[in-house]
Structure formats: C-alpha cells, structure tokens
C-alpha cells in the first residue's frame, strides 16, 4: 500500500514580474515503510516537494494523498491535524527549543496533542532517548550537544508521535561526513524498528549508499527513479 499518492504535482510562486515554476506535473508514489532520497540539485524542488508532502505548502495544481486522504482541498484545521498525528519532522538547522532539555525537547509535540497524561508523555520520550543514544544528555539542553547529537535528539523529536511519515530536509547538511552517516545510519535503524516511512532529501551523492530507492529531481521534474 502506497502511504503517500502524488499525481501532476505542480508548484509555482510569482516573482516580481515572473513566475518561478517549483514543480512542474510530479507524479510519485511511496509505499508504507519506504526509506527514500530525494536527491538534486540546489532549486531543483526538493524542499517544495517535501513542503507540500508536509503539509507546511501548498500545490498550484495536482492531487496529493497521505493515506486515504487527499490533502489539497482540507480546511486549515484538517491540515494542522495531518501535520500534528501523522507526520514528523526533521530539518538541517535541527530547530530545537534551546531553554528546553533534551527530555523536553522530545517530549514537545506529544504535549502539543494533549490526548496522554504527563506519565505516558515521558515514558514515550524516554524510550526514544534511549533508542537514539541519548540517555545520558536527558537533561543537557541544546547548546551543551554537538551538531550529531542535536540531531538524534531532532530524530527523536519526530519520531515520538508515532508518525506514519518523517520527512527530513537535507539531515545532514550541517554535519561532517562521518557524523551524518551515523545520523543516516541511525535514521534507517529506527525506520525498521519504528516501521516509520522515511523521505529524506540531499544534494549528497554519499547518502544515496542508505537509500532503499532513490528519485532524482532536476529543475522542478523527476528525471529518474
């Protein structure tokens, strides 16, 4: 079964006097469970295309699918619900609460949903410190972790809801080499034990090595996948 369903997918934004075309007719299907790079370019349209899968933006024209729903025509309601139950975030700037310790920071959107008690919130944040590495650094904030570390507890972050979806943008953009393969490596890991589908993008030709299934993305199409 394919968790997300994406046919014509356009994406335009005007500029001044012109118009600058994102996505230009993206068709894509990904199944449950995928681990999946988006790989191109800088302006290619990778991060409109991740934007628009998370909900964040919105399609000039096309269908787009997360599960049985199609998402396009939703009221701002429907949309931050999807976001909220359904799909977990992880960007390259990290985008951690830094007055938040590690515990808290992973804890955030569970508190958000409002629908456990405070003992089931950290219970469940515990467990993904721990599945991360990070059981030590509970209580560290932000600024006390290195670049790797801010970004297990991000992973951890995302994965916290029970999402049936984490996009990544570019996750290992800010890292060194051998950090950012321990972040993807990690990445995969917790796509199979939290059986969570994974869409990463990259202009890292040494990630597509992770990758289940790779799509190239060149000036706003997918040329190959």
């Given at each position: 079964?394919?968790?997300i369903?994406?046919?014509?997918?356009?994406?335009?934004?005007?500029?001044?006097?012109?118009?600058v075309?994102?996505?230009?007719?993206?068709?894509?299907a990904?199944p449950?469970?995928?681990?999946?790079?988006?790989?191109?370019?800088?302006?290619?349209?990778?991060?409109?295309?991740?934007?628009?899968m998370?909900?964040?933006?919105?399609?000039?024209?096309?269908?787009?699918?997360?599960?049985?729903?199609e998402?396009?025509?939703?009221?701002?309601k429907?949309?931050?619900?999807?976001?909220?139950?359904?799909?977990?975030?992880?960007?390259?700037?990290f985008?951690?609460?830094?007055v938040?310790?590690v515990?808290e920071?992973?804890?955030?959107?569970l508190l958000?949903?409002?629908?456990?008690?405070a003992?089931?919130?950290?219970?469940r944040a515990?467990?993904?410190?721990?599945?991360?590495?990070?059981?030590e650094?509970?209580?560290?904030?932000?600024g006390?972790?290195?670049?790797g570390?801010?970004?297990?507890?991000a992973?951890?972050?995302?994965l916290?809801?029970?999402?049936?979806?984490?996009?990544?943008?570019?996750?290992t953009?800010?890292l060194?080499?051998v950090?950012?393969?321990q972040?993807?490596?990690?990445?995969?890991?917790?796509?199979?034990?939290?059986?969570?589908?994974?869409?990463?993008?990259?202009?890292?030709p040494?990630?597509?090595?992770?990758?289940?299934?790779?799509?190239?993305?060149?000036?706003g199409?997918?040329?190959?996948?």
């Amino acid at each position: 079964m394919n968790i997300i369903e994406i046919k014509g997918l356009t994406k335009n934004y005007p500029l001044d006097t012109t118009t600058v075309h994102a996505l230009r007719g993206v068709d894509l299907a990904v199944p449950e469970g995928e681990f999946m790079s988006i790989v191109g370019p800088s302006g290619s349209g990778k991060t409109t295309l991740l934007n628009i899968m998370g909900c964040i933006d919105t399609a000039t024209e096309g269908s787009v699918k997360i599960g049985d729903r199609e998402i396009t025509n939703l009221s701002d309601k429907e949309i931050t619900d999807i976001r909220l139950h359904k799909i977990g975030f992880i960007f390259q700037t990290f985008n951690l609460i830094p007055v938040l310790d590690v515990l808290e920071n992973v804890e955030f959107p569970l508190l958000l949903m409002k629908d456990q008690s405070a003992s089931e919130v950290r219970k469940r944040a515990e467990k993904l410190v721990e599945e991360v590495g990070l059981k030590e650094f509970s209580a560290h904030r932000p600024g006390e972790l290195s670049g790797g570390q801010r970004q297990r507890v991000a992973i951890a972050r995302a994965l916290v809801t029970n999402p049936d979806i984490v996009l990544a943008d570019e996750p290992t953009a800010n890292l060194d080499s051998v950090t950012g393969a321990q972040i993807l490596e990690l990445m995969r890991q917790m796509n199979q034990l939290e059986k969570t589908t994974f869409i990463f993008s990259t202009h890292d030709p040494n990630v597509l090595q992770y990758a289940k299934h790779t799509v190239k993305i060149k000036d706003g199409r997918i040329v190959e996948q």
